[in-house]
T-cell receptor, first 114, second 115 residues
């Protein structure tokens, strides 16, 4: 079945370490997104990419980096510069040509900094 | 600028009673509106959307939502709540004239259905 796969589901990191969250989709979607979820704050956009080899910053991009070398993949690196990285991270994709913006989500990755 | 407000952090309802989860939005043009549901430690699941046409939209699991342009609202409703409806609900919006900008989400409303 088509879908979005995020890994790992749970991740623990020591302060000062970078960590990369994986997001892979086989829906043939052009656009991919990373959101961060914190209790009571909803979803906040980190980065998004509408086409391979191109991406844009969202509302809270500081301390994060992304790449989009393949249509299917949009990994997120949480760097040591991110001051409060403990959160639930959600990857999503959409059909760019459909233009409504409807998103399809992965199951999320929970990052805990020790 | 696009924005969404979900004025209630928590909604409690007895099983079998009707439920409403409120959402208001702000866009400069016409809106595309969505409702998503999230269960603990899971991703968001699509419930329904309003793009154009009939103001009453029917979606998954018996949910529906009514688009009200004059009140800029898109409240989620269900005639008879189930305990299994207990979850976190998100409203989202995008301006139809904004090109391919991402959806903007509300902060979420936690629905608790009590048996």
């Amino acid at each position: 079945d088509g879908g979005i796969t995020q890994s790992p589901k749970y991740l623990f990191r020591k302060e000062g370490q970078n960590v990369t969250l994986s997001c892979e989709q086989n829906l043939n979607h052009d656009a991919m997104y990373w959101y961060r979820q914190d209790p009571g704050q909803g979803l906040r956009l980190i980065y998004y990419s509408q086409i391979v080899n191109d991406f844009q910053k969202g509302d809270i991009a500081e301390g994060y980096s992304v790449s989009r070398e393949k249509k299917e993949s949009f990994p997120l690196t949480v760097t040591s510069a991110q001051k409060n990285p403990t959160a639930f991270y959600l990857c999503a994709s959409s059909k760019r040509r459909e233009n409504t913006g409807e998103l399809f989500f992965g199951e999320g990755s929970r990052l805990t900094v020790l | 600028a696009q924005s969404v407000a979900q004025p209630e952090d928590q909604v409690n309802v007895a099983e079998g009673n009707p439920l409403t989860v409120k959402c208001t939005y702000s866009v400069s043009g016409n809106p595309y509106l969505f409702w998503y549901v999230q269960y603990p430690n899971r991703g968001l699941q699509f419930l329904l959307k309003y793009i154009t046409g009939d103001n009453l939209v029917k979606g998954s699991y018996g949910f529906e939502a009514e688009f009200n342009k004059s009140q800029t609202s898109f409240h989620l409703k269900k005639p008879s709540a189930l305990v299994s409806d207990s979850a976190l609900y998100f409203c989202a919006v995008r301006d139809a004239n904004s090109g391919n900008t991402p959806l903007v989400f509300g902060k979420g409303t936690r629905l608790s259905v009590i048996a």
